[in-house]
């Protein structure tokens, strides 16, 4: 690649906005085939394309786009877990889990919660919701 095209890539990399693939071809003029260039350093990790997907090295869904523009995006802890999710309508969502990869915790941006726990077989002992629900089988 020449300089001049390497710092345009860099450019376009730090300007980019979602949604994704509607501004690497309509805003930036770049053709399918450098898509993943791009991608790779806007998520900071190799990735694949398939339509308009975009998975990580470890095959997790990341990414995606509808033509319309609407999109969400999605990261995954060590785990393969996901742990934070958001989306073009402006919902978004955090996720946590104990060390078995249980969730014990949801939260949304609506402002709906749930805790759970759960015991040494991974049976789910103790629910709680922002709803007021309360399930104590400890």
Same mark, same amino acid.
């Given at each position: 690649?020449?300089?001049? /095209?390497?710092? %345009?890539?860099? !450019?376009?990399?730090?300007?980019?906005?979602? =949604?994704?693939?509607?501004?690497? @071809?309509?805003?930036?003029?770049?053709? =399918?085939?450098?898509?993943?260039? +791009?991608?790779?350093? +806007?998520?900071? &990790? =190799?990735?694949?394309?398939? @339509?308009?997907? +975009? /998975?990580?090295?470890?095959?997790?869904?990341?990414?995606?786009?509808?033509?319309? *523009? !609407?999109?969400?995006?999605?990261? /995954?802890?060590?785990? *393969?877990?996901?742990? !934070?999710?958001?989306?073009?309508?402006?919902?978004?969502?955090?996720?946590? %889990?104990?060390?078995? *990869?249980?969730?014990? %915790?949801?939260?949304?941006?609506?402002?709906?919660?749930?805790? &759970?726990?759960?015991? &040494?077989?991974?049976? @789910?002992? !103790? %629910?709680?919701?922002?709803?007021?629900?309360?399930?104590?089988? @400890?």
């Amino acid at each position: 690649m020449n300089k001049k /095209y390497i710092k %345009y890539i860099e !450019y376009i990399v730090s300007d980019i906005q979602k =949604p994704y693939f509607h501004n690497m @071809r309509d805003n930036y003029g770049l053709t =399918p085939d450098e898509y993943e260039l +791009v991608l790779s350093k +806007v998520f900071n &990790q =190799p990735v694949t394309i398939k @339509r308009r997907y +975009v /998975y990580d090295i470890n095959g997790n869904e990341i990414y995606f786009e509808k033509s319309d *523009g !609407y999109w969400y995006k999605k990261e /995954y802890g060590d785990n *393969g877990n996901v742990f !934070y999710y958001e989306n073009s309508d402006g919902e978004w969502g955090k996720y946590e %889990y104990d060390t078995n *990869g249980n969730n014990i %915790y949801y939260e949304d941006s609506d402002g709906y919660w749930v805790k &759970q726990g759960y015991n &040494q077989n991974n049976n @789910r002992t !103790y %629910y709680e919701n922002s709803d007021g629900i309360i399930n104590d089988n @400890r």
